[in-house]
């Protein structure tokens, strides 16, 4: 029984006592006697009610502290169960002994609880000190009539990509050639702004296209198209500043919108390090949508467009490159996306004046279309075999179009190892020849494909 219901009972007793001695002869009752009794009863009425009250605190207390550990463990609260008798109340000899331990008790398992909360808490993020790295080797060995065999070390590529604050990422891509090292992206992205926003600023690859934002070793296939080697001068790395914004509707689209010093790692026309008038940056605009048909077809669809007003060595001609892609995907859900069906298609067109004849004084304008379509069926986990098909118009004009066919197999030896067999029949002005190539890439580390590459 509690000491709380053993002084109701006493209180009770007095009472009753008090009752019967009222209801004697006040002659056979000392009144000083009565007087002292009803004192007591009154001192131990006092006594239980600040009992009560205090029991109710430490009740109070520690359901505020038992929900404060549960939200700082992340645990979901428990359904409240019914009141527990009161724990029993200090004597009056020791009246604060049990609060003092019952306190430390609370404190130390409270401490013990939200201790990993508060070591994770002191970490910002989880690769603060340990970004991601990785490393990429890409190599490849050709054959062709003309040029004969070669042995080409194409590429060490170093990754390296880690969160900066809650508010920006940053990543950097180092490239690594038998002629050269180059900075090929080293950007900041924000990722807390309001409204589905995001900037980008820095190196990186422009928005353009599809395949034009790819490394060459994350191609479907060995080699760039000629495509985009002609018209964006290779991969479309620009230095500048991005923005792009997911449209808040249940579709999926983005826009994105650019001003760069220009596009293209190729591109000679323009330097990175000369200043330049507004009216001689390149601006960018893109729009892509996902548009799911069912469950196991999809397609991806993207228009893009670039704008250059003054391009100073074209004595101050415009130019602008326009273009539209389309990738249709078949991924089975029941072959966990190790089979299925990729086609892909990109067509661009360049309107801009070009010399005539090499020359640099006579000028003609030139609208040149080019485009290239793969089919890449995944029949197993390991095997993807395919055919790439491209028509390619020089910018320049008078000079012949560029055809070329190539049949080629992708042999998956493990997610971090590839080999890869292409032929390709080449059309070119002043280039007919067959090229056989062999390449070999290989990961070491960190390496995330993008939603684009699934």
Known sequence: MGTWQRGIRTLSVLLVVTGVLGTRDADAVDDRIVDELRRELEAMKHRLEKVEKQ???????????????????????????????????????TPNTHDEELKKEVTENIMRRIQPSLAAANKTFASQFNPAIGFVIDSVGSYSDKQGANFEFRSGEIGISASVDPFVRAYAILNGTQNSFDVEEAAIVTTSLPYNLALKGGRFFADFGRLSKFHDHDLPFVNRPHVLDEYVDGESQADGLEASWLVPIPHYLTLTAGAYNKIGADNDRVSNTVPRNFSEFTYLGRAATFLPLNDAHSIDLGLSGGFTPVVKEDQGNMRILSGVDLTYRYTPLAEAAYRGLVWGTEVLLNSEDRPVDGTSSVFRHRNAVGLYS?????????????????????????????????????????EFQRLRLQYTRLEAPAQHENQFFLQWTVILGSHVHSFKDR
């Open 55 to 93: 029991t109710l605190e430490q009740q109070d207390t520690i359901r505020r502290q038992d929900e404060m550990i549960r939200r700082l463990g992340g645990q979901k609260a428990a359904p409240e169960s019914p009141a527990a008798p009161a724990p029993p109340v200090a004597t009056e000899a």
């Open 374 to 414: 793969y089919l890449e069926p995944r029949l197993t986990r390991r095997f993807y075999p395919g055919f790439l098909f491209e028509f390619v118009q020089d910018i320049n004009p008078g000079v012949d179009d560029t055809l070329a066919y190539s049949p080629y197999l992708t042999v998956w030896a493990s």
